[in-house]
């Protein structure tokens, strides 16, 4: 998530409750839902305000975030603030309140790039796909530079199975930021496929963007990661032209004949 409130598709899973096991060894210990703290107090401004929620969601105090944006939105509704306040909803999977924070935002704001973005995340976990796409590319009209917005919007036609749309969307991301998949696969962007098809899929998509672009050694790691989520179509690598000049690279001939096996589930 970048500092200015633009959201990248986020892994949000919500626990209740606790597992319980036969012995205390194999105890699951889940963390309590979080309690607010002191309240919001009524002589503070709404700069004040604003900025301490911002403090409390940097520390993903998301409720009392939550409770000082509102504060701040009662003395001065924004589209800053909305925004920031539909963030903080969407972390505690409050998502019906997030989108109405979103929309107050681009009410106010016909502008703000990040808020069309942002009210796209939307309808994309509610797998609303064309409406998130069309979000998606309000955002990118008004903000041309922004990774995310076209890594949102490749992730959307990914779910439609438009996979030229999604490759171009994908690609596109990929110019502006290279080292955009890398971040994401570690901070669990890939929840959005969940079969290893899927994912072996999306592996051997991101591969030929990087071979595309020259980038030898992510097209490497992405056709192994591929390999192991058990892609079917691997041999499509022989004959699809985004690999000619990596099929020269004495790394992917090892690598083929190697064929890393599948990991299971």
Known sequence: MRRNGCLLILSLVALFGTLHAQSPSELVQVVPPQV????PPANASAEE??????DLRSEKAYLDALDYYRAALAKAPTARVYNKAGIA????????????DFERAVKLDREFADAWNNLGVIYYVQRKYGR????YQKAIKLKQ??????????AAYYSQKEWERAAA???????LDPDLFE??????????LPSPQDRAHFNYLVAKLYAKQGDRDRALLYLRRAMEEGYKAINDVYKDP???????????TQLMAARPPAVPE
Not at 36 to 39: D, G, L, T, V, Y
Not at 132 to 135: C, F, L, N, P, T
Not at 169 to 175: K, P, R, V
Not at 242 to 252: I, K, Q, S, V, Y
């Open 36 to 39: 607010r703290m002191q309240p």
């Open 49 to 54: 305000l604003e900025k301490r929620g911002d």
């Open 132 to 135: 998130a796409i069309k979000q």
């Open 145 to 154: 530079d922004v990774a995310s917005f076209y890594a949102n919007l490749g």
């Open 89 to 100: 909803g969407l972390q505690l999977r409050r998502d019906k309140e997030s989108q109405s």
């Open 169 to 175: 969307a994908y690609g596109q991301s990929l110019q």
């Open 242 to 252: 985004e690999f000619a000049a990596l099929r020269a690279d004495t790394r992917f």
């Open 183 to 192: 971040r994401s696969s570690r901070n669990g962007v890939t929840f959005q």
